[in-house]
């Protein structure tokens, strides 16, 4: 199993991936975005199923050792660029049932897989660009989030989402950071890059992964912090 990080990653999450059994790969800085956010995994892909959106300026090499997977690779239309909203045409947030994103800036590659999938496309539209970093995807029908239109869109669809309080969470660069960027689903387990305990909505956060028969993974003890998501790929599947 590879985990797909920011290269700027502590190394205390680094060594937590690894007693997990996983094996740290970092994704290229992408130029063409700002700096805080150019080593986001969420920032340059997008994966759905089997399949692997990505940005069409990412480093080739990178692509060779995706391409060992038993994933798909598909090349994204949307060229990166610095300024939001035009940053994060692959920071779809998908749970495999439904997907969130401001669908004006969507790439036209992600839609097209969403409905080559489910027959139609799922992407429920949200004001917000951002939305795999500020969505922890917990199942395929439950989520949490600190971004209100979010949440509002999720229970209107009938995924069972939890609002919490934002903040709380690092991102160097920004006041603070999200918990979808500081996350990472593994089958049955959900990976957080550090400690929630001072997040004042922690129990609450406990207690939904919990009954949605989930287990939680600290993997480092530092306060937790976005570094634009992890990605969990079975290099045997």
Do not use: W
Not at 160 to 185: H, R, V, W
Not at 190 to 200: D, E, R, S, V
Not at 205 to 226: C, E, G, Q, R
């Amino acid at each position: 199993m590879i985990a797909i990080i920011n290269p700027d990653t502590p190394q205390g999450v680094i060594d937590g991936l690894v007693k997990n059994g996983c094996t740290p790969v970092t994704v290229p800085l992408c130029t063409q975005v700002a700096r805080p956010i150019a080593g986001h995994p969420d920032i340059q892909l997008c994966i759905i199923g089997n399949k692997i959106i990505y940005q069409p300026q990412l480093d080739i090499s990178f692509l060779q050792l995706l391409s060992q997977s038993g994933h798909t690779l598909v090349r994204g239309q949307s060229l990166l660029q610095k300024h939001y909203p035009y940053d994060c045409p692959y920071n779809v947030a998908y749970t495999g049932k439904v997907a969130f994103h401001n669908t004006k800036i969507t790439d036209s590659s992600i839609h097209q897989v969403l409905a080559d999938i489910h027959g139609s496309d799922p992407i429920i539209h949200v004001n917000q660009g951002y939305t795999k970093c500020s969505t922890c995807i917990v199942d395929t029908d439950a989520i949490i989030t600190s971004d209100i239109a979010i949440h509002k869109a999720a229970v209107k669809n009938s995924i069972d989402s939890l609002l919490i309080q934002p903040g709380y969470i690092e991102l160097p660069g920004y006041t603070y950071g999200f918990i979808g960027g500081a996350s990472g689903k593994c089958s049955d387990t959900i990976y957080f890059t550090g400690y929630l305990h001072k997040h004042p909505d922690y129990r609450r956060i406990v207690n939904f992964v919990a009954k949605h028969n989930k287990k939680m993974v600290f993997l480092s003890d530092l306060p937790a912090m976005d570094i634009g998501s992890i990605f969990f790929i079975d290099m045997n599947a």
